[in-house]
């Protein structure tokens, strides 16, 4: 059986691991010194998700870490994306009633509602499409933020209609790291300038749940959403990029 606790160990100082089993391990490269172990390990993960029949591992990356790259791709790994990431300190969100109503699915929300207006918030995106299906999407929410997820799903109501959602989170082994799990508009209520607006009320909700500073990523195509981050006070933290091995 796979052994999460193990994998935590042997990436431990230089990879985040994000535990998204029985379906994928996620590995994202931290700011420290590059390991030199780093070949013998990939390729024992690699061994280790074949023998217990994941669907894929994928290893985010320093945009400037080329003897990374040459390993992913020596052990059957392809590029995905460029990503960008920003982060903010938290502590400078303003303190302002919130523009818009939301309900989660500790609430009133049924998981199959939420997952219609998810899915219709991933239409058109200017990120590359996912290639998972939307009980895959929700299972890997369940799995990454552990007991309270359904307080995480959260659609942004206007007038009784649902305009987007959010995912806010403190990132798993650590205490104080804002992140978005997800944030998106449905495609009719895109061009009204409400992306910015919701933006920072997710960064609100970040902070109210005792998230000191916000981590954020989007492709590196997605204009609209690095204008977003720029509008709301983030700065660009480093350029990162995804490789999928898929078994």
Request: charged share 25%.
């Amino acid at each position: 059986m796979f052994d999460i606790s193990n994998i935590e160990k042997f990436f431990q100082g230089t990879f985040k691991v994000l535990n998204g089993l029985p379906r994928y391990v996620a590995l994202e490269e931290n700011e420290a010194q590059p390991d030199p172990d780093f070949k013998e390990k990939i390729s024992h993960l690699v061994e280790a998700g074949e023998v217990n029949k994941l669907h894929y591992i994928s290893v985010l990356i320093q945009k400037s870490n080329h003897d990374y790259m040459s390993i992913l791709v020596n052990n059957g790994f392809q590029y995905r994306s460029s990503i960008l990431e920003y982060t903010k300190e938290l502590g400078s969100v303003d303190e302002y009633p919130p523009p818009f109503q939301w309900k989660s699915l500790k609430d009133v929300l049924s998981e199959e509602e939420f997952k219609n207006i998810w899915e219709r918030c991933m239409l058109f995106s200017d990120n590359k499409p996912s290639t998972l299906s939307m009980n895959q999407h929700l299972d890997s929410v369940k799995t990454e933020l552990g007991d309270n997820w359904r307080n995480s799903c959260r659609v942004f109501i206007n007038e009784e209609n649902p305009i987007a959602v959010v995912i806010p989170h403190i990132e798993p082994g650590t205490t104080d790291e804002g992140r978005l799990f997800y944030f998106g508009i449905i495609p009719e209520e895109r061009g009204k300038g409400l992306g910015s607006i919701l933006h920072k009320q997710s960064l609100r909700f970040l902070k109210e749940i005792g998230a000191t500073y916000y981590v954020g990523g989007t492709h590196s195509t997605n204009i609209k959403m690095q204008h977003i981050f720029k509008s709301n006070g983030c700065r660009l933290k480093s350029e990162m990029e995804s490789y999928y091995k898929y078994f």
